[in-house]
């Protein structure tokens, strides 16, 4: 297993287009997070899901953010609308609380530029 | 409210120097994550704390999570410039409201001078 994998890697994008990260955990994990960094700034909790399930929504995804695990195993994330401060670096990360006290493996971020 | 404060903000440094980085909440995690950041990529793990007054070493490095489960702190010695980066701490179940959601210190670069 290589860890987790996102892409793109990087995206630029013009003000008003719509954007989809996907983000592939590790094989076991069943726990998958996504989080927003903005630089010079710690990573932010977005949202997770436990297999399938979105269990928990950060105040800071606003109605134009949706992020999907239709089959427990990859992730989306969609930003409709992008608006400049959305340029971030957007982080996935996963875990299995079964393997290992709950620690999240991050893969290598999008980096999302608004024009 | 930033729940994860991390001191100091940025640290410069000659090669052979200690440093120790802080990190201090009013709020109790069940453990605490270490992560370091290379520019452009995501943070990696150095380690786990989970037990008040546990002390992990990680070859030059050393991390204690104090008795309380409220604050940590990462020491390293005779530091070389490929520590240089963004050093992270991160709180799991933040006084036992959130399962799951790890809260970050805003961090602290670290640069080592040869």
């Known amino acids: 297993d290589t860890g987790v994998s996102q892409n793109p890697r990087h995206k630029i994008t013009k003000r008003g287009q719509n954007v989809t990260f996907r983000c592939d955990p590790i094989?076991?994990?069943?726990?998958l997070y996504w989080y927003r960094q903005t630089l010079g700034q710690g990573p932010e909790f977005l949202t997770y899901?436990?297999?399938?399930?979105?269990?928990?929504k950060s105040r800071l995804l606003s109605d134009r953010f949706s992020a999907e695990r239709p089959k427990g195993s990859f992730s989306t994330l969609e930003i409709q609308r992008t608006e400049q401060g959305d340029s971030a670096m957007y982080l996935c990360a996963s875990s299995n609380p079964g393997l290992s006290y709950n620690e999240q493996f991050f893969g290598p971020g999008t980096r999302l530029t608004v024009l | 409210t930033q729940l994860l404060e991390q001191s100091p903000q940025f640290l410069s440094i000659q090669e052979g120097e200690n440093l120790t980085v802080y990190c201090n909440s009013s709020?109790?995690?069940?453990?605490l994550q270490w992560y370091r950041q290379e520019p452009g990529e995501g943070p990696v793990l150095l380690v786990t704390?989970?037990?008040?007054?546990e002390v992990k070493k990680l070859k030059r490095l050393t991390f204690q999570f104090g008795d309380a489960r409220k604050d940590s702190s990462l020491h390293i010695t005779a530091a070389q410039p490929g520590d240089t980066g963004l050093y992270l701490c991160a709180g799991d179940n933040a006084g036992g409201t959130s399962y799951g959601k790890l809260t970050f210190g805003q961090g602290t670069i670290l640069t080592v001078h040869p």
């Open positions: 899901f436990q297999n399938e399930a979105q269990l928990e």
């Open positions: 094989s076991e994990h069943n726990r």
């Open positions: 704390v989970v037990t008040g007054g």
């Open positions: 709020s109790v995690f069940s453990s």
